[in-house]
């Protein structure tokens, strides 16, 4: 018993030694988010989607920022599945995105990237509950692609610097 004690603590000194030795660094830290400032955030496309990716960012938005972030949004719903009668039994919800990061000074696009996010739906009984559910399927898809927008121009423009 005492032997595997000792083993332990030996396998974690040396985990340790070794994460502490390689140089490493995580990739994505809060305080590079917080250098992140922008001087405009420019909304197109479909406002108000694009207005709730922008309100999710919770970036910095400062007169004295070096970049300009412009979110493009476009919203489509098709009927993926009808029965014979012609009834929608499932609807598919895509949502596109364009999002450029230009620079303040010169303009310069520096970061540009496409997003497209889909998820499927079954019509409720009445249309509003229908609606709604589309409603909270635009909301979850909002905020999943405003974390990977954070995250990959936090890293990008960390590998810039």
Not at 11 to 34: A, H, Q, R, W
Not at 37 to 44: A, D, G, P, R
Not at 68 to 90: D, F, H, P, R, T
């Amino acid at each position: 018993m005492i032997y595997l004690k000792t083993k332990f603590k030996i396998f974690t000194y040396f985990i340790l030694v070794m994460l502490i030795g390689c140089g490493y660094k995580p990739l994505y830290k809060s305080d590079e988010l917080n250098n992140l400032s922008f001087s405009k955030i420019e909304i197109l496309g479909n406002k108000r989607i694009s207005q709730l990716t922008a309100n999710s960012l919770n970036l910095i938005k400062k007169p004295s920022g070096n970049f300009v972030l412009s979110i493009s949004s476009e919203k489509k719903i098709e009927i993926s599945n009808q029965n014979s009668a012609g009834k929608v039994l499932e609807y598919s919800l895509s949502l596109n995105y364009s999002v450029k990061v230009k620079k303040n000074s010169d303009g310069k696009v520096v970061y540009s990237k496409n997003i497209v996010k889909s998820a499927n739906y079954k019509p409720s009984e009445t249309y509003s509950d229908t609606v709604s559910n589309e409603k909270k399927i635009v909301e979850n898809l909002s905020n999943f692609v405003a974390k990977q927008i954070v995250n990959e121009i936090s890293l990008f423009l960390q590998d810039d610097n």
